[in-house]
């Protein structure tokens, strides 16, 4: 089991995220370690385009046996794009992967226990995916669009049922991707044997912004 960390160097949110220092560390040294940390990984690898990228996650213990090519290294390039490059590479340059664990460096409050969770999940349950995920804060049906003149419009058939009589449903927290290979070229992570590893909210934070950073680093002050 390959551990393969997608960070890239380029981000308009927040310019040098994966390196910028929270509480002590880089943002892509939490990942890191939590990947180095499960006792499923075999060896981690993180998959970049940019130099300091590379130097602090090598520091880290991280492996880089390549660097992203500048075509996969846009604002338009996808992640699974990425991943196939990955998966390609390992197929010419040492062998096919048959499964692999996504992790994002910005998701740092996510630890060895739930990659090892998580892991452990997709073997008992014999999965083709397990997708780590966080429960959705409001009932989905309470969600409208507005309109350019800011007037309410339907997403959903309206019901007006209290919060208790709606299912809990659940979103992708963007933390943990355990995968078989063969959905990465497919295309497709949610089969019928994908299963969702359910995450509480302060471990599910995915920084994007400067916001996102800030409220990270108050949680570690004060779990920490």
């Not at 990942?31 to 006792?39: F, H, R, Y």
């Not at 209290?162 to 295309?187: F, H, S």
Request: aromatic share 10%.
């Amino acid at each position: 089991m390959i551990a393969i960390i997608t960070a890239r160097g380029g981000s308009k949110g927040l310019p040098g995220k994966n390196v910028r220092m929270l509480h002590g560390k880089p943002l892509i040294a939490y990942t890191v370690e939590a990947a180095l940390q499960s006792k499923n990984i075999e060896k981690v690898i993180v998959n970049t385009d940019d130099d300091i990228i590379a130097n602090v996650a090598s520091a880290y213990g991280a492996e880089l046996p390549f660097m992203r090519p500048e075509h996969l290294a846009t604002d338009s390039a996808r992640s699974i794009d990425v991943l196939r490059h990955t998966l390609d590479w390992f197929k010419i340059n040492s062998e096919p992967l048959e499964e692999v664990v996504l992790l994002q460096p910005t998701s740092p409050l996510r630890n060895s226990t739930h990659i090892d969770e998580a892991i452990d999940l997709y073997r008992q349950k014999e999965a083709e995916a397990v997708i780590s995920v966080t429960a959705n804060q409001h009932p989905i049906f309470w969600s409208k669009y507005l309109d350019a003149d800011h007037r309410f419009e339907n997403v959903f058939k309206e019901t007006g049922n209290n919060r208790q009589a709606y299912k809990e449903t659940y979103i992708p927290n963007g933390a943990i991707y355990v995968l078989r290979a063969d959905l990465i070229y497919n295309g497709n992570f949610y089969t019928k044997k994908s299963y969702g590893y359910v995450m509480n909210r302060n471990a599910s934070v995915d920084i994007d912004t400067l916001d996102d950073f800030e409220y990270c680093e108050f949680l570690l002050n004060k779990l920490r």
